[in-house]
Structures are given as structure tokens and as C-alpha cells.
């Protein structure tokens, strides 16, 4: 099945700085790969996706890139905000089946 | 648009009492739907998912149960509850081609 592996675990950045998360996954027959912020106590949304046929995909101050080739990719936030400390949930499966995986979660603090 | 509704939102159980958690899906048939158990700072542990009414893969082995009586329902059961089922549990969905969806969870409280 796939495995998902997130890092860093922690991330504090200073406001107005970037952050960079980044997955790995292991399974080559996934195409769909979804970025989720948690906050305290709440549930996880999604706040951006990336399929396997786009490299690099952004919104606003929030990019995603894909590596197919390495299994691996990369959520960006630029001029972080302190409404961008959050958890991130990384994912990676097919857009409809069971081996949808959720990476371990990375806490990021940006600081005023 | 597809939504989860899910009850209740918190919940404070002794040990050894029953469990019954429902989540029910809107705005889309057919969809996969899980369980997640998040413990306090910690990840997304997935507990259980289902592709079909009936059909229920279990991920991790516990003393809770799953069912699926309805397309758009998933129930989550214990028989008795232990103090390590303390938890904030989400109800998740995916509808075909489509991301996953969450409920709003419920913080479940064993004492």
C-alpha cells in the first residue's frame, strides 16, 4: 500500500518569511495529491491539489510542486501570516480509492 | 456541494460504556468514507473505510467496530470504551474524482 512520509514534523518561521513542507510517497500508481490545514480543534480542509499530470500548481500565496519521477512534493506558503499557523496534512492516493493516505502532519508556528 | 454532518461534536463517556458515533454524507453518491482518530497533537490515524454499503475495511485492530448501513451513512461502535479511546474522532468522505471531505469531528472524552 502507499506510505506517506511529511517533513519537517515542526516549522516556525517569522511572519512575512516563506515555509516549505515536503512529502514523499511510495506508491507510483498515485495521481492525486492533496494539501489539508488543520486548525486548533477543527477540522481538516483542503486548501490545494496537484494531479499527477501538473508539475506545479498555485493559488495565491500557496503553490504546490510534484516531482512524479521522486515521489515527492511540496507545499509553499509565501509571506506567511499568523493565520497560516496551522497543522498541514500532506496526502497521496488515487482521487477515488481506498489507499488514500495522509502523511504524519507538519505544526507550523509563524511568528509576529 | 458535498458536505458531512456529524454527531456529536463532544462527548464524555465512562469506561466500559457503549459508543455510537454517525456521520452522514450530502451531495454526492456513492462515496468512500473513513474514520480517523486523532490523539492530541498528533496525525491522522485511520481506523476504518468503506467503499460500499456493508463492505468495511478495518486498518488498525482495536475495540471498535464499523458499519455502513446506507449508502451515505458510516457508524462507528464500541462495545466498551477504553480510557485509550480518548480522542477527537473525524468522519471523512471522497466522492468519485473528488478530495476528501471532512466531518466536523467529535472529541471524545473516556473517563
Known amino acids: 500500500g502507499e506510505n506517506v512520509e511529511q517533513h519537517p514534523s515542526t516549522l516556525s518561521v517569522q511572519e512575512g518569511d516563506s515555509a516549505v513542507i515536503k512529502c514523499t510517497y511510495s506508491d507510483s500508481a498515485s495521481n492525486y495529491f492533496p494539501w489539508y490545514k488543520q486548525e486548533l480543534g477543527k477540522r481538516p480542509q483542503l486548501i490545494i491539489d496537484?494531479?499527477?499530470?501538473?508539475g506545479e500548481k498555485k493559488d495565491q500565496r500557496i503553490a504546490v510542486t510534484l516531482n512524479k519521477t521522486a515521489k515527492h512534493f511540496s507545499l509553499h506558503i509565501t509571506e506567511t501570516q499568523p493565520e497560516d499557523s496551522a497543522v498541514y496534512f500532506c496526502?497521496?492516493?488515487?482521487?477515488?480509492?481506498?489507499?488514500?493516505?495522509f502523511g504524519p502532519g507538519t505544526r507550523l508556528s509563524v511568528l509576529p | 456541494s458535498q458536505t458531512i454532518h456529524q454527531w456529536p461534536a463532544t462527548l464524555v463517556q465512562p469506561v466500559g460504556s457503549p459508543l455510537s458515533l454517525e456521520c452522514t454524507v450530502e451531495?454526492?453518491?456513492?462515496?468512500?468514507l473513513y474514520w480517523y482518530r486523532q490523539a492530541a497533537g498528533r496525525g491522522l490515524q485511520l481506523l476504518f473505510y468503506s467503499v460500499g454499503i456493508g463492505q468495511i475495511s478495518s486498518e488498525v485492530p482495536q475495540n471498535l467496530s464499523a458499519s455502513r448501513p446506507q449508502d451515505r451513512q458510516f457508524i462507528l461502535s464500541s462495545k466498551k470504551l477504553l480510557l485509550s479511546d480518548s480522542g477527537f474522532y473525524l468522519c471523512a468522505g471522497q466522492g468519485p474524482g473528488t478530495e476528501a471531505f471532512f466531518g466536523q469531528g467529535t472529541r471524545l472524552t473516556v473517563v
Open positions: 496526502a497521496a492516493g488515487l482521487p477515488y480509492g481506498q489507499n488514500f493516505v
Open positions: 496537484i494531479r499527477s499530470n501538473v
Open positions: 451531495g454526492t453518491s456513492n462515496p468512500n
